[in-house]
Nanobody, 125 residues
Framework: QVQLVESGGGLVQTGGSLRLSCAAS????????LGWFRQAPGKEREFVAG????????YYADSVKGRFTISRDNAKNTVYLQMNSLKLEDTAVYYC??????????????????WGQGTQVTVSS
């Protein structure tokens, strides 16, 4: 099973940018749809953006469309989330997650096969 490790979180002001990274180890992420999810205090974990298992199509939550971009580097077994124009409501713990042989749209719903430990993103005014 693939292990996922997120990095790149931090504190940023509204309107700023951050880039999160999700590195896969143990095995390549071949065959996994991978994406980003977030969980704000007191709220359920929600889907943010993801790739299908072939890495050819993407899907975004409406709340981040036009601001966030997901990308991947297969040679580095890493998926990225570029977050621009950050808002206060983007504050959350961001998780990388995966689902075997899933489309990008189906990645928005579980069950999931693997999760990272999360990285905190805090947007301040």
């Amino acid at each position: 099973q693939v292990q996922l490790v997120e990095s790149g979180g931090g504190l940023v002001q509204t309107g700023g940018s951050l880039r999160l990274s999700c590195a896969a180890s143990g095995r390549t992420f071949s065959g996994y749809a991978l994406g980003w999810f977030r969980q704000a205090p007191g709220k359920e974990r929600e889907f943010v953006a993801g790739f299908d298992w072939q890495g050819t199509s993407t899907y975004y939550a409406d709340s981040v469309k036009g601001r966030f971009t997901i990308s991947r580097d297969n040679a580095k077994n890493t998926v990225y989330l570029q977050m621009n124009s950050l808002k206060l409501e983007d504050t959350a713990v961001y998780y990388c997650g995966g689902k075997h042989f899933s489309t990008a749209v189906a990645l928005a719903t579980g069950p999931y096969d693997c999760w990272g430990q999360g990285t905190q993103v805090t947007v301040s005014s």
